[in-house]
């Protein structure tokens, strides 16, 4: 079995469920998807980095994402870059508000040049709405973001606001892989 089959299964037994479920968007939905029994399992997180870590473009300085669901996800990809043939990613996450003290932060990370280019990960994306946030606090610190790429996409409308906000929307998996593999 291949490591996106592996992924594939490993979700669907961990982390999606079927029934009547309010999603923090505020939305109801038949289908929950919380990727965190994965993402936050040994396995689970190697399988998601190298898989997020293919889509991430060759010219990639860094990846971020809203804190607490792209944590585990910025700081796996940004290792699994270390050593192979690419660019060794930084991880940088953005708070959902800024930090009370100090310096103020939104961004927590290394300082990278003024024009980096980033790529923005979340686990999933339902509205786009925490990935367009991300991904306009990454911008308004001076860098360039291109691509946002979750592990799921529940097909609710979150790709369409991600591209009418000017950037390109990849997954690894849409909630219909999800759904079929559960009846599997």
């Known amino acids: 079995m291949n ?19 309010v999603l923090s968007s505020g939305l109801e939905s038949e289908h929950y998807v919380n990727c965190k029994p994965v993402i936050l399992s040994g396995e689970g997180l190697s399988l998601v980095s190298h898989l997020l870590l293919e889509l991430v473009d060759q010219e990639s300085d860094a990846v971020a994402g809203l804190t607490l669901g792209a944590d585990p996800l910025v700081s796996g990809v940004a290792m699994a870059s270390y050593g192979v043939e690419r660019n060794t990613l930084d991880a940088l996450i953005v708070r959902k508000q800024p930090k009370g003290h100090g310096t103020q932060a939104w961004i927590e990370g290394p300082t990278l040049e003024p024009g980096s280019k980033v790529t923005i990960l979340e686990d999933v994306i339902t509205t786009g709405g925490s990935s367009v946030k991300a991904a306009l606090k990454i911008v308004e610190a001076g860098y360039i973001v291109d691509t946002i790429i979750s592990i799921i996409d529940r097909q609710e409308g979150g790709d369409r606001a991600i591209m009418d906000a000017g950037f390109k929307s ?10 079929d593999a559960k009846d599997e």
């Open 3 to 21: 490591n996106k089959k592996k992924l594939l299964k490993l979700i669907k037994e961990r982390s999606y469920r079927k029934g009547k479920f």
């Open 170 to 179: 990849l997954s690894l998996f849409k909630l219909e892989d999800l759904a």
